[in-house]
């Protein structure tokens, strides 16, 4: 997160850090007791590799009381994900074990109505992204509000010129921004999941170059059909 600053500890339960050998690869957040939802984009450098998920964090290495590490059982990208855009850039993993719920390990509801948030809207997203464009790594999670811009200005020619499909949302990236390590996180508007990060441009920072996320909407049968298909 660039522009940002460290969220109250535990305030926001639903993060996931995606892990891999014990290092913050991508952000996620709990949307069943025994699911998170990322960006699957965040496979491509992982090749079949599982992650691991980190919930009830704030830190990411100091002792905390619900901190506590999850084997994934399996990954689930959208089938319409791939390398080349940000179509469908979602990813579902199936812990090994339903996490154990608790005030600092919470299920955060994802938008349900197909509506797009009014331009103008002021959201939040957070994650352990990197703080600046030297790639420094926060240990704590950080967090920045956003106003939601409308898909024809985020789709204007200067900025990302007409890929901005209905299933995407935009959010003002001036200075305040989402970055390198904060996909796959939330953008909660009222309390509620309405989008997911995407890398978009893997720009950060620069107002020509909005944040991208996906939304979740359009999304609920699919994401409802792999948790009731997966065992049980
Ligand atoms: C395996 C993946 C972690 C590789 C990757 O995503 N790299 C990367 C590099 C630079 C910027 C970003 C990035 C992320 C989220 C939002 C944005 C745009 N605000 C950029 C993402």
């Known amino acids: 997160?660039?522009?940002?600053?460290?969220?109250r500890p535990h305030l926001k339960p639903f993060m996931a850090s995606l892990q891999l050998d014990g290092q913050h690869v991508c952000g996620g957040f709990l949307v069943a007791e025994q699911w998170v939802l990322s960006a699957a984009h965040c496979t491509e450098e992982t090749g079949d590799k599982l992650f691991q998920v980190l919930l009830g964090a704030h830190s990411l290495t100091e002792q905390e009381p619900h901190k506590r590490l999850y084997r994934v059982r399996a990954q689930f990208p959208h089938p319409g994900s791939n390398k080349h855009n940000n179509k469908d850039d979602l990813l579902?993993?199936?812990?090994?074990?339903?996490?154990?719920?608790?005030?600092?390990?919470?299920?955060?509801?994802?938008?349900?109505?197909?509506?797009?948030?009014?331009p103008d809207t002021v959201c939040e997203v957070a994650g352990w992204g990197i703080t600046s464009h030297s790639g420094r790594r926060p240990d704590r999670l950080q967090q920045v509000e956003r106003p939601v811009i409308s898909r024809d200005v985020c789709n204007h020619r200067t900025r990302h010129d007409g890929t901005i499909t209905n299933n995407m949302m935009c959010t003002?990236?001036?200075?305040k921004d989402t970055c390198k390590g904060d996909s796959g996180g939330p953008l909660?508007?009222?309390?509620?999941?309405?989008g997911v990060v995407t890398a978009g441009s893997r720009v950060c920072g620069n107002y020509k170059k909005?944040?991208?996320?996906?939304?979740?909407?359009?999304?609920?049968?699919?994401?409802?059909?792999?948790?009731?298909?997966?065992d049980g």
């Open 92 to 118: 579902l993993l199936q812990l090994e074990e339903k996490a154990e719920l608790n005030a600092d390990v919470q299920v955060l509801p994802f938008q349900r109505e197909d509506r797009d948030v009014a």
């Open 188 to 194: 909660v508007c009222g309390g509620v999941a309405e």
């Open 210 to 230: 909005p944040a991208i996320y996906t939304r979740l909407a359009p999304y609920a049968a699919w994401i409802d059909g792999v948790m009731a298909s997966a």
């Open 1 to 7: 997160i660039l522009g940002g600053y460290e969220a």
């Open 172 to 175: 003002d990236s001036r200075r």
